[in-house]
């Protein structure tokens, strides 16, 4: 099983500044990794897929970079919407398909 | 528009059962591969089963006790859920994989609660 690793568990930051978040894979995942969104009481949302694909209707501030075991999703200019967790998960290797623990971005 | 739709949670003692329907709509359904994920109150994301045409994946701690299934005439996709534990409360979302062979999910419904407890 391919554990994955978000860091840091906890981003405080103001809005229109920047925002990087980690994910680190056990294993090589090659490409195969994607990222949410989720917001409270709602269900994730696919931001980006392939480490750095954006999904359909995804603003251009997401982005993601990475390869292998390292990935990062960079948030550029936050808005007061991004405050959210965000998880990765990894699909290059499966049963199981396995997500970080997730990194909650709260307002500073 | 896509959309999924689940039904069938609720409150279930151990050792119960329950089925979890998912309503598929504005799409091919059969054309997609499906997933269950699951999250505990107040925890992260786990992914519980796949359903590949005819092939059926399951994380560990639900094989033997959990089946995937569905009928594409009904665009529906099921878990039934057997043997249920306590840790085997939470927010229930079906969920569409994006593409053949790519396992990550472009579509989630707004998630069914199962609570397992006496």
């Known amino acids: 099983e391919i554990v994955m690793t978000q860091s840091p568990a906890t981003l405080s930051l103001s809005p229109g500044e920047r925002a990087t978040l980690s994910c680190r894979a056990s294993?090589?995942?090659?490409?195969?990794l994607a990222w949410y969104q989720q917001k409270p009481g709602q269900a994730p949302r696919l931001l980006i897929y392939?480490?750095?694909t954006r999904a359909t209707g995804i603003p251009a501030r997401f982005s993601g970079s990475g390869s292998g075991t390292e990935f990062t999703l960079t948030i550029n200019t936050l808005q007061s919407e991004d405050f959210a967790v965000y998880y990765c998960?990894?699909?290059?290797?499966?049963?199981?398909?396995?997500f970080g623990q997730g990194t909650r971005l709260e307002i500073k | 528009e896509v959309q999924v739709v689940e039904s069938g949670g609720g409150l279930v003692q151990p050792g119960g059962s329950l089925r979890l329907s998912c309503a598929a709509s504005?799409?091919?359904?059969?054309?997609?591969?499906m997933s269950w994920v699951r999250q505990a109150p107040g925890k992260g994301l786990e992914w519980v089963a796949n359903?590949?045409?005819?092939?059926?994946y399951y994380v560990d701690s639900v094989r033997g006790r959990f089946t995937i299934s569905r009928d594409n005439a009904k665009n529906s996709l099921y878990l039934q859920m057997n043997s249920l534990r306590a840790e085997d409360t939470a927010v229930y979302y079906c969920?569409?994989?994006?593409?053949?062979?790519?396992?990550?999910?472009?579509?989630w419904g707004q998630g069914a609660l199962v609570t397992v407890s006496s």
């Open positions: 504005g799409f091919t359904f059969s054309s997609y591969w």
């Open positions: 359903q590949d045409g005819s092939a059926k």
């Open positions: 392939g480490a750095s």
């Open positions: 998960q990894q699909y290059n290797n499966w049963p199981p398909i396995t």
């Open positions: 969920v569409r994989v994006y593409v053949f062979g790519k396992n990550f999910f472009d579509h």
């Open positions: 294993q090589s995942v090659s490409s195969s």
